[in-house]
């Protein structure tokens, strides 16, 4: 079973949270302020951007210092009566066995229309007489509604952390996995994670798992790809779905285009269907969406695609009668892609090619490369003379011939006779 990186090395300790150093040590010094006495403002009042590290900074700290945590979030105090329900938690000093406490109210943003408007007012009264510390968590604390609420807080900002801090948590998660990680790729996947560090962690996981070297051309295809969540969505959907309708509904949503789509339904069913009938039905049904891709391709007809759309969708989905949508598994990338525009560079070489024997030759550069090549390779690597007079022919420079003899050597020899 898979365990999801977010929670597998979420810190522990406030010494592994990156970023935000002064609104952690604001935190740490209200905290123990409380040891002179009760402080003038009783909650604490943190806000900001998702994923960068609010609640766990309240839970390492927590760790740190052995205090009881009582976390709520949102789900649990949808209604006045169940705060109300544990605000004497809150008003009682320390726990059972002495040790102190700390109340956590995480998600603040979950309150949502009329019926929380109460919610609202008991947390503030919360706020106003607790007698143990009260961190307080939303997304935005400038919501109207919390104008009255924020009179009786502490308020401490969370920003995004930069780029740096974000590879900083990615390194000990590397040193911890075991997998080597070129710092160019470590680069580019905090950077593109904008300082949501469980974006950056899941990319990283979906990327990493299982390997023991990632290198920044593993990662560089990523910039083409959509954001991850609405493709991991569409997909859940789809994989998940419960009725044809949904499952073809997902294809809207799909940021990205059809053939992608199926690119990544075919990288991730068999993962996810873990049982073998369910499976075969569902590579029986890509594998018709697939003839159909073919059909469109050959003749252009795109009305094909309503049969592409279908299989891969409504198909992949009625194909899971047994299993059970159980555990966490990581969506992948698809590897097909990933090979592509790793290969884009040899393949582009190789086209090139194409368009020199097409000139001297009268067919297409793609079937120039595709049939000639092979037997370029074969002479380029055993027989220098008969290469270099090919290489004159061909108009061939340094870059092809190297392509061609795979060995700098080789090509140095065949260069030396074209001269
Ligand atoms: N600053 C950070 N340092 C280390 N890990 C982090 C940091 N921020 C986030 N993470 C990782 O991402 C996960 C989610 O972080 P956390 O729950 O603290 O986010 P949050 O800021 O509370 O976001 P939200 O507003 O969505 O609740 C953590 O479990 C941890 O694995
Ligand atoms: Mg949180």
Same mark, same amino acid.
């Given at each position: =079973?898979?365990?999801?990186w &977010?929670?597998? @090395?979420?810190p522990?300790?406030?010494?592994?949270?990156?970023?935000?150093?002064?609104?952690?040590?604001?935190?740490?010094?209200?905290?123990?302020?409380?040891?002179k006495?009760?402080?003038?403002?009783?909650?604490?009042?943190?806000?900001?951007?998702?994923?960068i590290g609010?609640t766990?900074?309240?839970e390492?700290?927590?760790?740190?210092s052995?205090?009881?945590l009582v976390? #709520?979030n949102?789900?649990?105090?949808?209604? %006045?009566?169940?705060?109300?329900?544990?605000?004497?938690?809150?008003s009682?000093?320390?726990s059972?066995?002495?040790?102190k406490?700390i109340?956590?109210?995480d998600?603040?943003d979950?309150?949502?229309?009329t019926?929380?408007?109460?919610?609202?007012?008991?947390?503030? !009264?919360i706020?106003?007489?607790a007698?143990?510390?009260?961190?307080?968590?939303?997304?935005n604390?400038?919501?109207?509604?919390?104008?009255?609420?924020?009179?009786?807080c502490?308020?401490?900002?969370?920003?995004?952390?930069?780029?740096?801090?974000?590879?900083? @948590?990615l390194r000990?998660?590397?040193?911890?996995?075991?997998?080597?990680v070129e710092?160019?790729?470590?680069k580019?996947?905090?950077?593109?994670?904008?300082g949501d560090?469980?974006?950056?962690?899941? *990319?990283?996981?979906?990327?990493?798992?299982g390997?023991?070297?990632?290198?920044?051309? !593993?990662v560089s295809?990523?910039?083409y790809?959509?954001?991850?969540?609405?493709?991991f969505?569409v997909l859940?959907?789809?994989?998940y779905?419960?009725?044809?309708?949904?499952?073809?509904?997902?294809? *809207?949503?799909? !940021?990205?285009d059809i053939? =992608?789509?199926? %690119?990544?339904?075919?990288?991730?069913?068999?993962?996810h269907?873990t049982?073998?009938h369910?499976?075969v039905?569902?590579?029986?049904?890509?594998?018709?969406? *697939?003839?159909?891709r073919?059909? /469109?391709r +050959?003749?252009? *007809?795109?009305s094909?695609?309503?049969?592409?759309?279908?299989?891969?969708?409504?198909?992949?989905?009625?194909?899971?009668?047994? &299993? #059970? $949508?159980?555990?966490?598994?990581?969506?992948?990338?698809?590897?097909? /892609?990933?090979?592509l525009?790793?290969s884009?560079?040899q393949r582009?070489m190789?086209?090139?090619?194409?368009?020199?024997?097409?000139?001297k030759? @009268?067919i297409?550069?793609?079937? $120039? +490369?595709? %049939?000639f090549?092979p037997y370029?390779?074969i002479i380029?690597?055993?027989?220098?003379?008969m290469?270099?007079?090919l290489?004159?022919w061909?108009?061939?420079d340094?870059?092809? /011939?190297? @392509?061609?003899?795979s060995s700098?050597?080789?090509a140095?020899?065949?260069?030396?006779l074209?001269?």
């Amino acid at each position: =079973m898979y365990a999801a990186w &977010t929670l597998k @090395h979420k810190p522990t300790s406030l010494a592994q949270v990156v970023g935000n150093k002064e609104a952690i040590q604001k935190f740490v010094d209200w905290v123990k302020s409380w040891e002179k006495g009760v402080p003038k403002k009783r909650a604490a009042f943190f806000y900001g951007p998702p994923g960068i590290g609010k609640t766990v900074t309240v839970e390492a700290f927590a760790n740190d210092s052995r205090m009881e945590l009582v976390e #709520k979030n949102a789900s649990d105090y949808r209604t %006045e009566d169940a705060i109300n329900r544990f605000a004497g938690l809150a008003s009682q000093y320390g726990s059972l066995f002495g040790v102190k406490r700390i109340v956590l109210l995480d998600e603040l943003d979950g309150l949502t229309g009329t019926a929380d408007r109460g919610g609202v007012k008991a947390i503030t !009264d919360i706020a106003k007489n607790a007698q143990v510390p009260i961190v307080l968590i939303a997304n935005n604390a400038y919501d109207p509604r919390f104008s009255n609420l924020r009179n009786y807080c502490l308020l401490i900002q969370f920003k995004k952390p930069p780029a740096g801090e974000v590879m900083k @948590h990615l390194r000990r998660i590397c040193e911890s996995e075991e997998i080597q990680v070129e710092e160019n790729a470590l680069k580019f996947i905090a950077q593109r994670s904008e300082g949501d560090v469980r974006s950056a962690v899941n *990319d990283f996981q979906a990327l990493a798992q299982g390997k023991r070297k990632l290198i920044y051309e !593993d990662v560089s295809w990523l910039a083409y790809r959509d954001r991850q969540e609405s493709i991991f969505s569409v997909l859940r959907m789809i994989i998940y779905g419960r009725t044809c309708s949904s499952a073809k509904r997902a294809v *809207d949503m799909a !940021d990205v285009d059809i053939d =992608m789509l199926f %690119e990544w339904i075919y990288e991730n069913a068999p993962a996810h269907l873990t049982d073998p009938h369910d499976l075969v039905r569902a590579m029986d049904s890509l594998s018709m969406a *697939d003839v159909y891709r073919g059909r /469109i391709r +050959s003749t252009r *007809d795109w009305s094909f695609t309503r049969y592409v759309i279908d299989f891969m969708t409504a198909g992949v989905a009625m194909a899971r009668q047994n &299993t #059970k $949508a159980s555990g966490w598994i990581p969506f992948k990338f698809p590897q097909r /892609i990933q090979m592509l525009s790793r290969s884009k560079a040899q393949r582009a070489m190789q086209l090139n090619i194409g368009y020199k024997i097409k000139r001297k030759c @009268h067919i297409s550069a793609v079937r $120039a +490369s595709k %049939e000639f090549l092979p037997y370029l390779r074969i002479i380029f690597k055993n027989n220098a003379e008969m290469a270099a007079g090919l290489a004159k022919w061909l108009d061939l420079d340094q870059k092809m /011939i190297e @392509h061609l003899a795979s060995s700098e050597e080789k090509a140095k020899a065949i260069a030396e006779l074209v001269r």
